[in-house]
């Protein structure tokens, strides 16, 4: 089958051919690739960010937001059967640790990542297990929602968790409606009340935001006075809820400002050191809070929200083979919403 390798860091991707992954235990799972979503986190470890984290060997196949179809199963899948439309959580868990028996997956003691760690969707065919597959509705396409089992997730966990808390009259500031803010606007329109400020820099990705819902858009200047375009929409007082998929180039510093007292910052995105002053964190007390993937269930949630036509994704399509036309797109900033490869 054809896949698609990391041979080497800071090197271009490489088409390559490799064995078909078989069913060796009775949970297996093969899914044939409808669609594999192209994420910034891809570019990263292409810069080699994750070599140390993940401890991959290389070479290895990159991907990890797939969607497909059921290929094979093993003989204690019973929930499935071959050709039904399938999204796949992006871990493969065990199931027995402690975390899996809470229900937070995302946090398994013996899961592995595929596309991080071990092969991943830029490939015609994917192993993985039952634990990880969700079946897809009808109405629902792999093309369609592939990027939402990584960046969507990642958006519906950090929202879901500021929606517990939000009520109405409240404020949400969200920094970056690019790939994974575009989704994060769709969900807490759809499951909070509170009123939502988007920031972007881009004038094409806020006309986007607003078009989702988004009450008040603000592209920010260098001179940081958009803060105050916020405190002025929030009363003076700040968003309860800051959630910032950008997390570098500065938005820290000037995110932690637009937070009010008591409030929760959402840290989704990566790339800087947070540098805040700990008298600013214990006589406001805000807090920061991590936000890593999201758990099968948060998936599954999305997925009704996808079904009912309330979380869209913007995608631009590109052929398996185009990979590095997709990486480079998304490198220079070229794609609004989701790069996706369909093999």
């Known amino acids: 089958m054809k896949v698609v390798r990391v041979v080497g860091y800071n090197q271009n991707l490489q088409l390559d051919k490799a064995p078909e992954p078989k069913v060796t235990s009775p949970l297996d799972v093969i899914v044939k690739i409808g669609a594999a979503g192209v994420c910034r986190t891809d ?77 991943g969707g830029y490939a015609e065919y994917l192993k993985t297990t039952a634990r990880s597959v969700i079946k897809l509705d009808p109405s629902l396409e792999p093309a369609d929602v592939a990027a939402l089992a990584d960046a969507g997730l990642t958006a519906y966990h950090a929202v879901a968790k500021a929606a517990k808390l939000l009520r109405p009259g409240e404020w949400v500031v969200m920094i970056g409606a690019g790939g994974l803010g575009h989704i994060g606007i769709q969900v807490l329109k759809a499951i909070s009340p509170a009123s939502l400020i988007v920031i972007d820099q881009n004038a094409d990705a806020l006309a986007l935001a607003k078009q989702l819902g988004a009450d008040h858009t ?110 480079d797109d998304l490198g220079a900033g070229k794609v609004r919403g989701r790069a996706i490869l369909v093999p």
């Open 43 to 119: 570019i990263h470890i292409l810069e080699g960010q994750w070599a140390e984290k993940s401890g991959v060997k290389l070479p290895y196949t990159i991907g990890h937001e797939n969607a497909g179809w059921i290929h094979a199963i093993g003989d204690a899948v019973t929930n499935l059967t071959v050709g039904d439309k399938v999204i796949l959580h992006p871990l493969v868990t065990c199931g027995l640790c402690r975390a899996c028996r809470s229900g937070d997956d995302v946090h398994c003691e013996a899961s592995q990542f595929p596309g991080i760690d071990s092969d």
């Open 218 to 327: 603000i592209q920010p200047s260098k001179d940081d006075s958009f803060v105050k375009q916020v405190l002025d929409l929030t009363g003076g007082k700040g968003a309860e809820a800051v959630i910032d998929f950008v997390a570098e180039g500065g938005s820290t510093a000037t995110g932690v400002k637009m937070v009010r007292r008591a409030g929760n910052y959402y840290v989704v995105g990566y790339g800087e050191n947070i540098n805040i002053p700990t008298i600013d964190i214990i006589s406001t007390e805000i807090n920061f809070v991590g936000n890593l993937v999201g758990s099968y269930n948060d998936l599954a949630e999305l997925m009704v929200l996808a079904a009912q036509g309330k979380v869209k994704l913007h995608t631009s399509k590109y052929k398996l083979e185009d990979f590095q036309k997709a990486i």
